[in-house]
């Protein structure tokens, strides 16, 4: 089985851009969540998606959005970039609801400047 | 919410010897409590997991213990080899969602 993969990679934008990465989850899996990883905030929970919905959502601004499709691949996007959104983020797939294995991909890493 | 606090925030060890990495939560509902690993320019790797109805769990040279009534969970790898040298996050959640990780420990085993 393929594992998560994000995309891109890596991404640099100015302040005030908006930008949009993309999760594909493990093959069979539905439940998908997203994470900022930061040297000084170490990894904080942006939001998880269920079903098309997003079931939690962690103490970010309303500049992060996600949204989850039919197919499970999820999205972020974050509008008016701001130099401190400098990050990697990285999204993890589950199977379900309350199953427990996460499965993290390999990341967004994202510079703004 | 969840608040998970972890200690220590780097540590390092000898090879061979044993390390303990420690963890407290805040909210009692929290049901699992996963660690994950993560090596430089990688992703974090699950590598042990418990949930509130064990006391422990092991797997080879890494167990995780759990006080549910003091709150607190905690990592243990024995026989330390430089290859465990990376970062570590605590985590816990209440059936996998809203996860919440710890500020992670860097642990650097010496050959």
């Known amino acids: 089985k393929a594992g998560v993969t994000q995309t891109p990679r890596y991404l640099i934008k100015t302040r005030g851009q908006q930008v949009t990465l993309s999760c594909s989850p493990i093959?069979?899996?539905?439940?998908v969540s997203w994470y900022q990883q930061t040297p000084g905030q170490g990894l904080q929970f942006l939001f998880e998606?269920?079903?098309?919905?997003?079931?939690n959502k962690g103490n970010f601004p309303g500049r992060f959005s996600g949204r989850q499709f039919s197919n499970s691949r999820s999205e972020m996007n974050v509008s008016t970039l701001e130099l401190g959104d400098s990050a990697l983020y990285l999204c993890a797939s589950s199977l379900d609801r309350g199953s427990a294995e996460q499965y993290f991909g390999p990341g967004t890493r994202l510079t703004v400047t | 919410g969840e608040n998970v606090e972890q200690h220590p925030s780097t540590l390092s060890v000898q090879e061979g010897d044993s390390a303990v990495i420690k963890c407290t939560y805040s909210?009692?509902?929290?049901?699992?409590f996963p660690w994950y690993k993560q090596e430089l320019g990688k992703r974090p790797q699950l590598i042990i997991d418990i949930r509130s109805n064990v006391g422990e769990k092991k797997d080879q040279r890494i167990a995780v213990t759990l006080n549910k009534t003091a709150k607190h969970f905690s990592l243990h790898i024995t026989e330390t080899q430089p290859e465990d040298s990376a970062v570590y996050f605590c985590?816990?959640?209440?059936?996998?969602?809203?996860?919440?990780f710890g500020a992670g420990t860097r642990l650097t085993v010496k050959p």
């Open positions: 985590a816990a959640s209440y059936n996998n969602n809203d996860m919440r």
């Open positions: 909210d009692s509902a929290s049901n699992y």
């Open positions: 998606y269920f079903s098309e919905t997003q079931r």
């Open positions: 093959s069979g899996h539905r439940s």
